[in-house]
């Protein structure tokens, strides 16, 4: 429907992952860097990534997803290879230990807790 109003194709996709190939292209739209990693932080922290002028999303469809990275805060943390997908191990994501997420966590909590 859109398309058709448009005269133009469209397309639906992860923010991240279009602010990336935007950036990979100049302002006429003609592609200029073949390739590029984006982070991209907000809420969370997320990013895109373009090969050979094309977003690429890996077998599963998340390889931009790079808010999902483990990182390491203390040689405590176990090796990323033996983080479980889910649980206890969430807080080390690269989202969960960005700025922004926690403070929309606190002012989430805070406001809980006043009702």
Avoid: K
């Avoid at 639906?12 to 190939?21: S, Y």
Wanted: charged share 25%.
């Amino acid at each position: 429907m859109l398309s058709d109003r448009l005269g133009l194709p469209v397309f639906v996709d992860n923010d991240a992952t279009v602010a990336a190939l935007a950036e990979a292209h100049d302002e006429q739209g003609r592609l200029d860097v073949r390739s590029l990693v984006m982070f991209t932080v907000g809420t969370g922290v997320g990013g895109g990534i373009v090969i050979d002028g094309r977003p690429y999303r890996g077998a599963t469809g998340a390889a931009g997803e790079l808010g999902h990275t483990l990182v390491a805060l203390s040689e405590l943390i176990p090796a990323a290879t033996s983080f479980p997908n889910r649980g206890r191990w969430n807080r080390w994501r690269l989202d969960t230990c960005s700025t922004a997420w926690r403070s929309r966590r606190q002012r989430r909590t805070r406001s809980l807790r006043s009702a």
